[in-house]
């Protein structure tokens, strides 16, 4: 059983029309290839929807005898997001017309070495007919492993907007769901295998020190950057030692979002980003209609129009040539180090979520943030 990947027998016969078959019907809801199939009209707002319940981060575009036509991953939405492509519009606008596949029966041991040659997570696997009969993906293959990245997550804002729920509890330590908000964070990282966090306190930082400790009930290790003064969202990452040559990853201490951290700092690797900076869309509706004018002439005129614009998500991935423009001892935000990056001629990119997030700034977020907390997390 061990020696090949699969052990799967083909379908007999394939549904009608994957469109109009429940994912549920098409394969057993368990399997890997049932969660992953999807047609080529399927919206790329429907397929990031299922991304957000799915334990797998592929689609496998088949036609209607479950032919293999092309696959959609998380990376392929996060282009088409970028490039402008609109959620409505279908996963084929987006998807590989050409990935990379391997034959029912392939031996286990050739199919590691090839993912990991290709640096891939993530591969189908067909039939003598180019059918879909199971999906691999690596995590399958391997055991799980720690994460040798160091997380700074900041949590020394006083919370003003959400008085009078921090005039004795600094933000992060708000409840959601039952628990502090930054306590979700260390563990939703801590399962990712992050062990490695530095938390950045000024206001009520007691209250923090005195929840967390070391980590170790955590099974953690959690030191603490004291901010004599508040240093802003960039100030306090000054006092990290610079000794080690991995990425950090950063992260504001009232964010929840199901990102995953992995594939943001692979994403911030594989294309030599100097700093990273995850974005989330953002559209704002104009309540009138809004006329287009030309030297006193009318062009045209549109009624209530929504422009799209991408805001800043609060996550970051930063490498030792960003870290080492924070200045010391002073005030410093994320926006000015990135502007520095660029100023220095270092790359800096964009990683669009599409996975649930909620900036907790206002008393409206905290009420959504506790409301979907059980059905999200």
Known sequence: MDSAVAHITPPA??????????????APPQTRLAQSLIGPDTSIHTLIERFTAWTVQIGLVVDNQRKLIGTVTDGDIRRGLLRGIATDAPVRAIMNPTPRTIRFGEPR?????????????????IDFAGRAVDLITIDTLLAPHDQ?????????GEGLRLRPLTEHTPKPMLDVGGRPILETIVRRLADSGFSEFHISVNYRADVIRNHFGDGAPMNVDVSYIEEEMPLGTAGPLAK??????????????DILSKVDPVQMIDFHRENGAAATMAVRSYEVQVPYGVVDIDDHEIKGLREKPVTRHFINAGIYVLGPEALDLVPDDRAFDMPDLFEACREAGLST???PLQEYWVDIGQIDDYRRANEEFAQIF
């Open 13 to 26: 016969h394939a549904p009608s029309s994957v469109e109009q078959v429940p994912v549920q019907q098409v």
């Open 109 to 125: 041991g050739d199919v590691l070495a090839f993912m990991r040659r290709e640096k891939i997570k993530h591969i189908p696997v």
């Open 148 to 156: 040798p990245y160091r997380v700074v997550l900041m949590a020394g």
């Open 240 to 253: 990290l030692s610079r000794d080690v040559s991995a990425p950090v990853l950063v992260m504001n201490g």
């Open 349 to 351: 990119l964009a990683y």
